[in-house]
């Protein structure tokens, strides 16, 4: 309070020599240009910081006088060494207000900085005398002595603040002044007597004055001995003794020293002549494994499916007449016209497969060899039979495609009733139909009408839902065509056509119209990437650009082009599908644009934005479109990471996908480059602010990502028995170091347990030094291989964790670098447009209103908010549990005991600080962008525990940043309908009407067992005394200050007290007896100290 009031006072000083200056008109109109400007912006620079220092002592004030209304609280504040430091401050107000420089500040509004000099007058002085006539114990006798021994102490200065108050008819506090007043003078009176009378003591001559004068001459020159041998250290003693503190503080920041010394891992060595391993070639050449012939076993195909066209030696062998008829009759059927075999008679199928009559003149005539019983038809002559009918004039005049009379007749197969050696022709027509419906798909080229080619386009609108009798027989038809590549050639036309598909989401231009506007694309990708053979190839491209962007070789080719995650965005197979979204783009925004796709929905309604009624009906489509959107994405990676028909079965299609997501993380770790606050204006703020893939990229991948997490994490909240053990067998923290291809940023993160900039890498280049890590985290020993990025050498190998550990690691990734960047830029651009736009009285900024209505529509995407609210409280609880949980997991109980003491330290220095502080903001977020009901219906008292014990446990979360955040949050949950400034200004929380999720949220916090039991208020109070100044703070990205900190606590501690149960836990603490020294000092005595020392700046400033 002491830093605050004066840093005020100090600013309002500087304000009103600008205002005065401003007021000279022909003097301002005299400086120059640059002059002004500069004037200007220190202007409005110093009115912002002089408005929040001014309330935040003026709340700071209030909370103070409402803990000196309670007796037993008061009295904490008349007990020494409190008492003298009390009373020193409060008469230092009083000169402050009282004097000539706090009554020279003439500022325009002062009310707009809660500048009331008689207001803070009566606070100050109703403080004093308050405190001054507790009756609890004598209290009040023991703080006017306290007043009357300190040395700045002046009567003059309280008889004018008595005379201003009751100039300003405040009786009730004059009166009490006034009665303070006389018990100073008489206790001044008396002292003065009591001196007198040791002046006159002192001045009687003494008979032993020579004895003391000789006295002294000995022991000066005994001094003087002293000196020159060994008297140096007596003489140092007194400040050797008053740096003790300091000393004992030493082992605190022992880690900073480590970390300068120690060895930090390397970054990876660009990969271009490694070898790649089996299962990654094998991936990536997916048709090879397409043009195996088929066992005998395999022939009998009850179940049709089509055979690949690179089997060239396997005939069709039919050993009856009959099955010849059957089969016959079955290709008439597709063909859609009679079918004969040569050298059979001339006969042609009959209705029933048998044959009856001449042939007709219009049959399709199939070459065929007999033998005996046995006809074998080759698939040379089969694909000529099917080459001769698509040309038939008939088929050429009906209007049809080539494209949809193959795929017509690839629908009318016998797909149910072919079986044996039937099932096999069948099966191999399939294949032929699918072949040539490729080659017309390899011929397919852009022209004049079809920007995709007019086979492409067709078959787009067939996997929007328009295909000929529904699109249930397309899949199998897709996978006749993927099924007839056979070389790498070939396997370029299909890559091609699925990026097309992909391509088509590019379309989806406008979003908010209907919740049917994303339908027909969700429908294509579900169709298009249910052929096992598609997911094949999906995977392999995904592959592709997994070694690519990886530095490693694709196929043999070194890759040496710099890849960005720009570059990554614009070519990656997903890019156009996790690019739809309602986001808007930063870079435009900073240019005073909205450009999002569903500006125009929100921009059409009607009276907008004056008239808001119709915004949720836009908010709850754009919701929809959201949540089926990632659905669908989460779909897609979920099938090509469960592929079966892969060459090496499922663990290389889950590596791919794995590392694929790895990979988007890691190249998107550019985000996170402006950090939380940015300073609005600045050089670097646009090229920060576009850095890496755009938001609406990153956040959907961050919330597909959070969908694979989802299973585990709801199942832990819900109490399900398959994830009791989740904490203790899945989720170590040894995976940051046993995981180095997915955990590629340890250089550039700091480490939770470390000071500011000692990254994680320099803690696992510690411990895999230290001899007691094998005892601590036994899985450090077994660090897995990679040498190809982000895939590991031998997926699913010795030392690989389980899919789980893999889902909730990358989940806290993308979040630190997919959501978090996002909401840290849309604070960013809402502060910097209110700053910069000056709308008309009356009216508000249409641009303004389209940032925040596109922008909260993403964010606040019902499933988005809860999975991220469930991962965030699921982190906390972990973070929780490991500060708990024994050491030494499988040791005996005697083993756990010899652990060393600093091993939980070692263990959170391994864990980035990203992962508490993205939890502490995003719930923050959440809860201030009134959607406190996702965290009301959850388990505050575990994640209150939790805050309670991570804010306690210095030694393990030792950023005050992190401090701060949770501060923050519990300050959030507390008063979760209110700014904190509007919270200031009402001078309360609770002041607005709450919503019900809002008011279960602060009822679930008070009636916590942490709130309860004292454990919040004592780690509150503790946090107060140990905010400071943070070492390696980055003002252009970090947003702290300690005042602010200490402020939001005054408030929360202010709320508590007007709980009865947690008022109770703030007295006993008040009242409890003051330790002896060689324990710690008394919690209640120091955070009172310490309040009175912020006040004091504050108000000063």
Known sequence: LIYLFKDSLGRLSDIAKVEAAKKDEAGWAARTSDDRKTQEAFLESTQGTARGYMRMAVASLGWINKLAEHPQAAAAFCQQPLAGRVAGVLLHFVELLIGPKCGSIQV????????????????????????????????????????????????????????????????????????????????????????????QQQQEPSANSSGHAQLQSILAAALSAAAGSGGGPQQAQPQQQQQRPTTAASPASAPSTSAASARPLSAPPLRTAAPLPGWIDRTVKWWLASTSAPSDAEKPNPALQPQPIGVQSEPIVLKSSADVDTFLGHLGKAVGMAVVVRGTGGLAPGPGGGQQGPARRDALQLRASTSGSTTTITRADLSACLDAWRMRPSLMAGGRSQFRILYDAFSSLPWTDAQGDIGWACGVVAALLGRKAFEQLASDED????????????????????????????????????????????????????????????????????????????????????????????????????LAFSGGQQQGRPQTTKSTAKAFEAGTLLGALMQVSSLVDPGAALRKDVVSRAKDAFATLKGYPNKLGDVETVNSVLHS??????????????????????????????????????????????????????????????????????????????????????????????????????????????????????????????????????????????????????????QMC???????????????????????????????????????????????????????SK?????????????????????????????????????????????????????????????????????????????????????????????????????????????????????????????????????????????????????????????????????????????????????????????????GLDVDKDSFDKYNMRAHIDMILEELWNDDRCRACIVQLASAPHPSPEYSPHIFSEYVECLFNALIYLFKD
């Not at 050639?489 to 299909?494: E, I, Q």
């Not at 790895?662 to 090229?687: F, K, P, Y």
Request: charge should be negative; proline fraction near 5%.
């Open 447 to 546: 022209d004049l009408y079809y920007d995709k080619g007019q086979v492409t386009s067709e078959l787009l609108q067939y996997l929007k839902g328009a295909a000929p009798n529904g699109p249930a027989m397309l899949p199998a038809y897709l996978e006749a065509i993927v099924g007839s590549v056979a070389s790498e050639a070939d396997a370029r036309v299909v890559h091609k056509l699925v990026r097309d598909v992909m391509a088509e989401f590019h379309n989806l231009k406008k979003l908010g119209g209907s919740v049917l506007d994303l339908e027909p694309y969700v429908l294509m990708l579900d169709v298009f990437s249910s052929p096992p053979l598609m997911q094949r190839c999906m995977v392999s491209m995904l592959m592709s650009e997994v």
């Open 782 to 836: 077994s660090p897995v291989a990679s040498a190809h990025g982000y895939a590991a050498d031998t997926p699913g190998g010795p030392g690989s964790p389980s899919f789980i550990a893999d889902c909730f690691f990358l989940a806290q990734k993308m979040l630190h670098v997919g959501i978090m960047p996002a909401v840290f830029r849309f604070k960013r651009l809402v502060e910097y447009w209110v700053r910069s």
């Open 625 to 778: 479109l959201a949540s089926r959107l990632q659905d669908a994405g989460h779909l897609l990676l979920k099938r090509l990471l469960t592929c079966k028909d892969m060459p090496d079965g499922a663990p290389a299609c889950k590596e791919v996908v794995l590392s694929w997501l790895c990979m988007a993380a890691e190249l998107n770790m550019e985000r996170t480059a402006m950090g939380e606050r940015g300073i609005s204006g600045s050089s670097s703020m646009a090229r920060e602010m576009t850095a890496g893939c755009s938001d609406a990229m990153a956040v959907n991948l961050a919330a597909v990502t959070l969908r694979f997490a989802r299973p585990f994490v709801a199942g832990f909240w819900s109490g399900s028995p398959k994830f009791a053990d989740l904490m203790p067998k899945h989720l170590m923290p040894a995976y940051y170091a046993t995981q180095p291809h997915r955990m590629q940023c340890l250089q550039s993160v700091s480490s939770l347990a470390g000071e500011r900039g000692f990254s994680v890498a320099n803690a696992v280049a510690q411990l895999r030094e230290s001899p007691s890590t094998s005892s601590i985290l036994p």
């Open 108 to 199: 325009d509004n002062p009310e707009q900085y809660s500048f009331d000099r008689p207001g803070l007058m009566e606070s100050v002085l109703s403080l004093l005398v308050l405190l001054a006539s507790v009756s609890y114990k004598d209290a009040g006798k023991a703080f006017v002595q306290a007043i009357a021994q300190e040395p700045d102490l002046d009567l003059g200065v309280l008889n004018q603040a008595l005379a201003q108050l009751e100039a300003n008819h405040q009786v009730m506090s004059a009166t009490r002044l006034q009665n303070l007043i006389a018990k100073l003078e008489a206790g001044q009176q008396h002292r003065s007597d009591h001196s007198q009378q040791q002046q």
């Open 839 to 1031: 709308p008309e009285a009356g009216q508000k900024e249409p641009k303004l209103y389209l940032l925040q209505h596109c922008t909260m529509a993403a964010l606040m995407e019902p499933s988005l908010v809860e999975d991220a609210v469930q991962f965030c409280m699921l982190q906390i609880a972990w973070l929780n549990h490991l500060l708990r949980a024994p050491l030494g997991a499988g040791q005996s109980p005697a083993q756990q005991q010899q652990q060393p003491q600093d091993s939980r330290e070692l263990i959170f220095s391994l864990i980035p600080d990203y992962v508490l502080a993205d939890s502490l903001s995003w719930l923050s977020f959440v809860i201030r962008s009134g959607q406190a009901v996702f965290i009301a219906s959850k388990d505050i008292g575990t994640l209150t525990s939790g805050l309670v014990a991570l804010l306690n446990n210095t030694q393990c979360v030792r950023s005050t940043l992190l401090h701060d955040k949770i501060v923050s949050l519990l300050l959030s949950m507390l008063g979760p309908q209110l700014e904190v400034e509007s919270r200031t200004i009402k001078g309360k929380l609770g002041a607005t009407i709450m919503r019900p999720g809002e008011a279960a949220l602060i009822a679930a916090v008070l009636n916590s067992n942490a709130a309860q039991s004292g454990d919040l208020v004592m780690s509150l109070m503790r946090a107060y005394c140990a905010a400071d100044y943070v070492v």
